[in-house]
C-alpha cells in the first residue's frame, strides 16, 4: 500500500495554506494562496467566503501536485476565528463574512449585555464578554441593519466550517472554534440556549459540534474533482488558528504557554479547567484537546502593525524578500526604547486588556532626531509591549509559565526573539516546524486517521524543541521601565472630540482664496 499522508489546511486572513505531512512530521509540500481583505470603511473589514473555497481549492491541488500519486489518508482544516459566513437555506452566501478583526457592532454588543441580564451573567452563560469580534454581534447587526439579508439567513458558519462544508456537504464545527462565537457555554460545552433565547435567535441557526480530532464529514464527489482529494477521504474537526497554532507547536497540556505574531497577536496558556479572568480582559476558549481549556489574551494589530509600517513607511524595500530582514537590522541599532519614541499598535481598536474598538494606533515621541530606525525599533518594541498586557494577566491569574514558546512570524528573527524574552521577562524557545495552524490542523488529522492515540503524543513524535534563549537581566530590568511608559501611554490612543462652534455674527470673514474662490 502507498505511503498514507495527512493534509492541514488553514483559512487565514491573509492566505489559504495547505500543507502535506508525511506519518513522521515532515513537511513534504506547503502551498499559500493569498486572499484579499476589503474594509468598506474604517474599522470594517470583510472577506467572500467562496475566496476561501477557492483559495483552498488551488491550494490543495499544488500541494498534491507537487507529491503524484499522494494517498492522503485524513484532512483536518483550521481557521481565523469569529468571522461569520451567512448562509440561506440551499447553502449560498447571503453577503461577505464579518472578520474578527471588524469593529462595526459596539452598539450590538451593549444590546447584547443588557439582553443577557448584564455583563455578570453574560460570563456564566458563555464564559466571555461580548466583543465587536466575536461572532453573535455579527448576527445582530445583520438583523439591525440589513434586514433583508437576516430574513434569508438559515446557518451560521465560521471560515475553516464553511470550507469544510464545500469539501463535504457537512454542516459542522467543533468546541475550539465554536466556543470563540459568544453562543457556547465553553464550562459546559454545548451551545448556549439561554443567550439565544434572550437575543431572540434560534438554536438551529448554529451546526452540530463534534470532535477536534472527530471525522465531521467525507470528501464529496463534486469536491473531490476541483482538488484532487480522492472522494470519501475523512475531513476531521479541525480547530481555531489559535488553537490549532499551538497544537502544531506542542502546547496542549497546562503549565505551558505560547506566543503567536500572526496578522494578530496572542498569548496562550492551557488549562485543566475554564478558568475565567474576573475582569473579563482575556479569553477562555476551548482547546482542540477534549477536556483541556486555554485562557488567552489578544491583540488585533502584531503581524499586521508591522507588516502595515513595512507598507507605508518603507516603500522603497516593496516586493524584497529580505524587507523584513532589513528592517529588523535598523532597528537593532538603536537604543531600547528607541530614544524616547513609543508605538501604540491599536490600528484597529484593540481587545485585551482595553475591549474598545473605538482606540486607534500613534507614534508618541518623535523629534527631528528620530529616523525610521527608530520607528521601526519602536513598532516592535510596542507590539511586545501589547503582548505583554496578556501575559500580565495570565500571571495575575496563576498561569506563571517559566518559559515562552515562540511561533508565526515574531519567532523568526534572532532580533525580535530577543527582544520578546526582554520584554517579557522571560526564556523563550521555538520548535522545528513553522506551519503554524496548519500543522496543528494535520496533527488532528493524524489523530483521526488513527496514526496517534491523542494530540499530545503526536506533538511529542513530530516536534523538536531548540534550547531555550535566555534573556539579560539588565534588559529586562530597563524594558520593566519601558513597559510603564507604554502603558502609561494608552490614553493618547483615544479619539479626540472637539464640539462644534456657531459662528457668531461678528466672526472675521472667511479669506478668499486666490483666484476669488472661497477657500
Same mark, same amino acid.
Given at each position: 500500500m502507498a505511503e498514507s499522508f495527512f493534509l492541514g489546511l488553514d483559512v487565514g486572513t491573509s492566505g489559504v495554506k495547505a500543507i502535506l505531512v508525511a506519518p513522521g512530521g515532515d513537511v513534504v509540500a506547503a502551498a499559500t494562496t493569498p486572499l484579499r481583505?476589503?474594509? #468598506?470603511?474604517?474599522?470594517?473589514?470583510? *472577506?467572500?467566503?467562496?475566496?476561501?473555497?477557492?483559495?483552498?481549492?488551488?491550494?490543495?491541488?499544488?500541494v498534491l501536485g507537487a507529491r503524484p500519486g499522494a494517498r492522503v489518508a485524513?484532512?483536518?482544516?483550521?481557521?481565523?476565528?469569529?468571522?461569520?459566513?451567512?448562509?440561506?437555506?440551499?447553502? !449560498?452566501?447571503?453577503?461577505?463574512?464579518?472578520?474578527? =478583526?471588524?469593529g462595526r457592532t459596539?452598539?450590538? =454588543?451593549?444590546?447584547?449585555?443588557?439582553? !443577557?441580564?448584564?455583563?455578570?451573567?453574560?460570563?456564566?452563560?458563555?464564559?466571555?464578554?461580548?466583543?465587536?469580534?466575536?461572532?453573535?454581534?455579527?448576527?445582530?447587526?445583520?438583523?439591525?441593519?440589513?434586514?433583508?439579508?437576516?430574513?434569508?439567513l438559515a446557518r451560521v458558519l465560521l471560515a475553516k466550517d464553511y470550507v469544510r462544508f464545500r469539501l463535504t456537504g457537512a454542516v459542522a464545527t467543533e468546541p475550539s472554534d465554536a466556543s470563540g462565537t459568544l453562543m457556547y457555554?465553553?464550562?459546559?460545552?454545548?451551545?448556549?440556549?439561554?443567550?439565544? *433565547?434572550?437575543?431572540? %435567535?434560534?438554536?438551529?441557526?448554529?451546526?452540530?459540534?463534534g470532535g477536534s480530532a472527530e471525522p465531521l464529514g467525507r470528501v464529496g464527489a463534486e469536491a473531490a474533482a476541483l482538488t484532487g482529494l480522492a472522494a470519501g477521504t475523512p475531513v476531521v474537526g479541525g480547530g481555531a488558528d489559535n488553537a490549532c497554532g499551538a497544537a502544531g507547536v506542542g502546547v496542549v497540556e497546562p503549565g505551558e504557554a505560547v506566543a503567536s505574531w500572526g496578522t494578530s497577536g496572542t498569548v496562550l496558556a492551557p488549562m485543566a479547567e475554564p478558568r475565567i479572568d474576573p475582569g473579563?480582559?482575556?479569553?477562555?476558549?476551548?482547546?482542540?484537546?477534549?477536556?483541556?481549556?486555554?485562557?488567552?489574551?489578544?491583540?488585533?494589530?502584531?503581524g499586521g502593525a508591522f507588516?502595515?509600517?513595512?507598507?507605508?513607511?518603507?516603500?522603497?524595500? !516593496?516586493?524584497?524578500?529580505? !524587507?523584513?530582514?532589513? %528592517?529588523?537590522?535598523?532597528?537593532?541599532?538603536?537604543?531600547?526604547?528607541?530614544?524616547?519614541?513609543?508605538?501604540? #499598535?491599536?490600528? *484597529?481598536?484593540?481587545?485585551?486588556?482595553?475591549?474598545?474598538?473605538?482606540?486607534?494606533?500613534?507614534?508618541l515621541g518623535l523629534s527631528l532626531a528620530h529616523s525610521r530606525a527608530h520607528m521601526t525599533r519602536a513598532v516592535l518594541e510596542g507590539v511586545c509591549f501589547a503582548m505583554r498586557d496578556s501575559l500580565e494577566i495570565l500571571r495575575e491569574l496563576g498561569l506563571t509559565p517559566d518559559r515562552l514558546l515562540l511561533t508565526g512570524g515574531g519567532a523568526r528573527s534572532p532580533f525580535v526573539r530577543r527582544l520578546q524574552a526582554e520584554v517579557y521577562g522571560l526564556p523563550v524557545s521555538t520548535v522545528d516546524r513553522e506551519e503554524g495552524p496548519a500543522y496543528g490542523a494535520a496533527l488532528l488529522a493524524a489523530v483521526g486517521a488513527g496514526a496517534f492515540p491523542d494530540v499530545a503524543a503526536a506533538?511529542?513524535?513530530?516536534?523538536?524543541?531548540?534550547?531555550?534563549?535566555?534573556?539579560?537581566?539588565?534588559? =529586562?530590568?530597563?524594558?520593566d521601565t519601558l513597559y510603564l511608559r507604554f502603558r502609561a501611554s494608552y490614553p493618547a490612543a483615544h479619539p479626540v472630540t472637539v464640539a462644534a462652534v456657531a459662528p457668531t455674527a461678528d466672526a472675521a470673514p472667511v479669506p478668499a482664496a486666490p483666484g476669488g474662490a472661497a477657500g
Open positions: 481583505l476589503d474594509t #468598506p470603511r474604517p474599522g470594517w473589514a470583510e *472577506q467572500d467566503p467562496d475566496d476561501w473555497w477557492g483559495a483552498g481549492v488551488a491550494s490543495i491541488r499544488e485524513a484532512v483536518g482544516i483550521s481557521g481565523q476565528m469569529h468571522s461569520s459566513v451567512f448562509l440561506d437555506a440551499s447553502g !449560498a452566501v447571503i453577503r461577505p463574512a464579518l472578520l474578527w =478583526c471588524d459596539t452598539a450590538e =454588543c451593549r444590546e447584547i449585555t443588557e439582553r !443577557a441580564g448584564g455583563e455578570a451573567r453574560l460570563r456564566d452563560l458563555v464564559g466571555n464578554p461580548a466583543l465587536e469580534g466575536f461572532t453573535l454581534p455579527k448576527v445582530l447587526w445583520l438583523r439591525n441593519h440589513e434586514p433583508a439579508a437576516f430574513e434569508r457555554d465553553v464550562a459546559r460545552g454545548r451551545w448556549s440556549a439561554e443567550l439565544m *433565547q434572550a437575543v431572540g %435567535l434560534p438554536l438551529s441557526l448554529l451546526p452540530e459540534v473579563l480582559r482575556a479569553h477562555t476558549f476551548c482547546h482542540v484537546v477534549p477536556d483541556v481549556w486555554y485562557l488567552m489574551g489578544v491583540i488585533l494589530s502584531a507588516a502595515w509600517y513595512r507598507e507605508q513607511l518603507a516603500r522603497e524595500l !516593496a516586493g524584497s524578500a529580505d !524587507a523584513a530582514a532589513r %528592517l529588523n537590522e535598523e532597528a537593532e541599532r538603536v537604543p531600547r526604547g528607541a530614544d524616547g519614541v513609543t508605538f501604540l #499598535p491599536y490600528l *484597529q481598536g484593540e481587545r485585551t486588556p482595553h475591549r474598545d474598538a473605538s482606540i486607534r494606533g500613534a507614534f506533538a511529542r513524535a513530530t516536534l523538536v524543541r531548540a534550547a531555550p534563549e535566555p534573556p539579560d537581566p539588565v534588559a =529586562c530590568r530597563e524594558y
